[in-house]
């Protein structure tokens, strides 16, 4: 069974970090790009980010670019989102997926179960 576990969201007040985690199951995490989305409330699910599984690089939303950084362990089939400098409108439910953008993300249908970030003021 394919499974995709996200952890590590809290409450962090503006400009702090936070690491989320996007553990696998079912499959290798570098037998696909994993991306990392965010929902918002009152908002349509966003792409964040996400790293290739061919070369290891990865690419960001404009909006998080230069603050997040995306990260994989192979050995533990994990893929990490590390996020610095957090800013109130960083506040959603994060999710990771095989895939990076929700056409594929949804083609597929491997998402997790995601994780609440809010950022405060």
């Known amino acids: 069974e394919v499974q995709l576990v996200e952890s590590g969201g809290g409450l962090v007040q503006a400009g702090g970090s936070l690491r989320l985690s996007c553990v696998a199951s079912g499959f290798s995490v570098d037998d696909y790009a994993i991306g990392w989305f965010r929902q918002a409330p009152g908002k349509e699910r966003e792409e964040v980010g996400c790293?290739?599984?061919?070369?290891?690089?990865?690419d960001y939303a404009m909006s998080v670019k230069g603050r997040f950084t995306i990260s994989s362990d192979n050995a533990k089939n994990t893929v990490y989102l590390q996020m610095n400098s957090l800013k109130p409108e960083d506040t959603a439910v994060y999710y990771c997926?095989?895939?990076?953008?929700?056409?594929?993300?949804?083609?597929?249908?491997?998402w997790g179960q995601g994780t609440q970030v809010t950022v405060s003021s």
């Open positions: 790293i290739s599984s061919s070369d290891g690089s990865s």
């Open positions: 997926a095989a895939g990076c953008n929700t056409v594929v993300a949804g083609m597929l249908g491997w």
